[in-house]
């Protein structure tokens, strides 16, 4: 089974940019969709972003034009770039994978069975 590690988290102000990673081991993420997802303190956590294997995305609507989803198949690596942030941004992001997702990918957790442990983002006003 796949393992996932994020990194990239940091402190940040309002309207800087991150780049967070994903990488994977133990699995390529070829056979996987990948999505990446937030939980802000006192919140639930919720869906952020999703590549489908063919590369196809999805993005929750308080981040369209800001966040850009990514894979790279060869480094066995996610990303998502993050511009513009917002402290409304600040949460833990968890990189997911589904295994053999659908196209689109899904946007519910209970479709990915594994998971990193996240890093944090904190965007200050």
């Known amino acids: 089974q796949v393992q996932l590690v994020e990194s990239g988290g940091g402190l940040v102000q309002a309207g800087a940019s991150l780049r967070l990673s994903c990488g994977a081991s133990g699995g390529t993420i070829t056979t996987y969709s990948m999505g990446w997802f937030r939980q802000a303190p006192g919140e639930e956590r919720e869906f952020v972003a999703a590549?489908?294997?063919?590369?196809?995305?999805l993005y929750e609507d308080s981040v369209k034009g800001r966040f850009t989803i990514s894979r790279d198949n060869v480094q066995n690596t996610v990303y998502l770039e993050m511009n513009s942030l917002k402290p409304e941004d600040t949460a833990l992001y968890y990189c997911?994978?589904?295994?053999?997702?659908?196209?689109?990918?899904?946007?519910?957790?209970?479709?990915?069975?594994?998971w990193g442990q996240g890093t944090e983002v904190t965007v200050s006003s």
């Open positions: 590549v489908s294997r063919n590369g196809g995305t």
């Open positions: 997911a994978a589904d295994y053999f997702g659908p196209f689109p990918p899904s946007t519910l957790q209970e479709s990915y069975a594994y």
